[in-house]
């Protein structure tokens, strides 16, 4: 049944293998070494497929070791969990004393021990297929995909309660197989398994977000002034919404803003130790003042490395002594909005890096934590596909053509205001914008662009750029098909060689099919260089379940082969979210795509880049 199994270091010397087939199986091990442990990169599912072939394994911290065994993929082994474990027992048993290195010149005589623990695991494995479990059922086991799920709502679906996540690859997909099915079956089981995937636990958070919007949506779009978005005075004035006699005063204030935002677009700040420092010192009585900030906070009761220290004094971590922590580790995250499937995924990595390391201090078990933390979420934040607005649009303007942006999101999450952020952004850049008005339904929509318009002109006048204009605004005022008022801007951009087209566009709820229609023709007809989704960190996975169902309907919409989906995410009012960054792990987590901006306020610098160590920060608090 196993065709090959091997012992080898991280660094790729196979210390003993045994082979029961001729194929040759150092292409798999290669591709296991250079894809996944060496990037380690998805070491939590301890398993990997190449071509017909796959390999579960086990990675021994202590020794830098790791375990795997090959098989045919289509062959279901039920015992590899702990005929590895075993193995590495007894392997450990036998030669864990001795440095790998020291011992590369002479033989690792295995073979025995091998033949008993594989022998012991397959009978345990038949005496288990005995008395089988009455097999689940298709629709029991997608529950295992539930805690994504839990994620968004669909009112049509009862919601179903969740089941333990870490079920390993090999055991999830032992379901019975389907009949073929045709090309609209697929669609509509895509469809239903999207629908799944993002289906709510949080059903409360939901239905509070789901009756904020209702309620949004029927009283119209109010300005809101956000109680921690900093200077109220701001609040007022960034709302573009209706023009006022403020208008002069935020000029003033605004100037200030001018020269601050040339260049790549500044990281989100991390909180520095300083800040975390004078924090502990006024809250307490000092007596671990020489300790890291997040020690000390873990001393006081909170932070989440707080949890794992009841494991610490000299002993090597087994996954059994780390489970009690990681357990509270994952509610800690869950709590800070993060998707309890990604919160299950972060913890195995933490237990990855910590079984079978024998730590001595809580100082050293909090940085490996954070460590681990670090590495996840560089992971799942670093961007699959680059997006370098500044390079593509000079790319743009040196073929002669505008560099088109789409703003799209639902009422009220800062589209045009983190338009009008991005626009003087590009300003401060040099480039030239035009503003393409295409909310033709909202009342006062073309007037709030109108206005931001004028004060960013006021801004940056001519005078100062050359006597060019800085930014103009497109618009045919209200009713009118926005998809066609793109084109004519885009065009009107390219006849009058403006560098950037800036397209505003209405906000719509996710499930309203005509208008998502409308979107996906909006942006088929007029084929930009980047769709951006803009959501509020603020309404956490309720911002996931748009972001989602946009990209759906986008795919769905548009009778173009290759549909052109959501490319980024503007994560707005991050500012007003304290430390529940979990709406942004979310996100990229589950649909890849980057946050190219975070809207961090109500000025027009208020624009960031996501800082990996600032969002590990607030999850570790
Ligand atoms: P739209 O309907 O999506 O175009 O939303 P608006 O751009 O009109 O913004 C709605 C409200 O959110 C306005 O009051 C903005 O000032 C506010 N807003 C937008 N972005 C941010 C942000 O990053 N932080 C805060 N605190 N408020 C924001």
């Given amino acids: 049944m196993l065709d090959f199994v091997v012992i080898f270091t991280k660094g790729g010397v196979v210390l003993w293998n045994s082979q029961t087939s001729g194929i040759n199986f150092s292409s798999c091990i290669n591709s296991l070494i250079r894809g996944v442990i060496l990037e380690d990169r998805n070491t939590e599912s301890k398993y990997f497929e190449e071509d017909h072939l796959a390999v579960q394994f086990k990675l021994d911290n202590e020794l830098d070791l790791v375990y795997a065994a090959v098989f045919q993929k289509v062959i279901k082994l039920n015992y590899l969990d702990a005929f590895l474990a075993d193995m590495q027992f007894a392997f450990k048993e036998k030669f864990g004393s001795i440095p790998a290195l020291e011992r590369l010149g002479s033989e690792y005589d295995f073979d025995g021990e091998f033949r008993s623990v594989l022998s012991a695991a397959e009978e345990a494995s038949s005496k288990q297929v005995k008395a089988p479990k009455a097999m689940r059922s298709y629709n029991e086991s997608q529950k295992s995909k539930k805690t994504v799920a839990s994620m968004i709502q669909d009112d049509k679906k009862p919601v179903e309660k969740r089941v333990n996540i870490q079920e390993s690859p090999t055991q999830s997909k032992s379901q019975p197989s389907s009949p073929p099915l045709t090309k609209q079956d697929i669609i509509q089981e895509n469809r239903r398994k999207l629908r799944e995937k993002l289906t709510p636990t949080k059903k409360a958070a939901d239905t509070k977000s789901s009756a904020k919007q209702g309620a949004s949506e029927k009283a119209g779009k109010k300005p809101r002034v956000w109680d921690l978005g900093g200077n109220s005075k701001d609040a007022v004035l960034l709302d573009r919404s209706k023009d006022s006699p403020e208008d002069v005063q935020y000029q003033s204030i605004s100037n200030e803003l001018v020269g601050t935002m040339q260049g790549v677009i500044p990281d989100l700040d991390v909180e520095s130790e300083d ?337 990996v160590n600032a969002v590990v920060n607030s999850l570790m608090k």
């Fill in 275 to 611: 800040d975390v420092d004078s924090e502990e010192a006024s809250s307490e009585e000092d007596n671990v003042s020489s300790q890291s900030p997040a020690l000390k906070k873990s001393k006081r009761g909170g932070g989440l490395v707080s949890y794992f220290r009841g494991i610490v004094g000299g002993k090597i971590m087994s996954l059994a002594d780390l489970q009690p922590a990681l357990e509270k580790m994952r509610d800690h995250l869950i709590s800070k909005n993060v998707a309890s499937e990604i919160a299950v995924k972060l913890c195995d990595s933490v237990a990855t890096s910590l079984e079978g390391k024998q730590v001595g201090t809580f100082d050293s078990v909090a940085s490996l934590v954070k460590e681990a933390l670090t590495q996840s979420l560089v992971r799942i934040l670093s961007p699959k596909r680059r997006i370098d607005i500044i390079r593509d649009a000079l790319e743009s303007k040196r073929s002669g053509k505008p560099y088109t942006i789409i703003f799209c999101g639902v009422n009220g999450v800062g589209k045009s205001t983190n338009l009008a952020k991005i626009c003087f952004w590009l300003i401060e850049n040099d480039f030239n914008v035009l503003i393409a008005a295409c909310d033709t339904f909202r009342a006062g929509a073309v007037e709030q662009l109108r206005t931001h318009t004028r004060h960013l002109n006021a801004l940056h006048p001519p005078t100062n750029h050359n006597n060019r204009t800085m930014v103009q605004l497109y618009e045919k005022g209200y009713g009118k098909d926005a998809a066609g008022i793109a084109m004519e801007a885009i065009k009107f951009a390219h006849e009058t060689k403006v560098d950037v087209v800036l397209v505003d566009t209405a906000g719509r709820m996710q499930d309203n099919e005509p208008l998502m229609r409308s979107l996906s023709k909006l942006i088929k007809v007029n084929n930009p260089d980047l769709v951006l989704f803009v959501g509020e960190a603020l309404v956490g996975n309720e911002a996931v379940d748009q972001l989602v169902k946009f990209n759906q309907s986008l795919a769905d919409y548009s009778s173009n082969e290759n549909p052109h989906i959501i490319d980024g995410i503007v994560l707005t009012k991050f500012d007003t979210i304290d430390d529940k960054v979990g709406a942004a792990i979310s996100m990229t987590y589950i649909t890849g795509q980057p946050i190219v901006f975070v809207g961090t306020g109500q000025t027009y610098a208020d624009l960031k880049a996501i800082n």
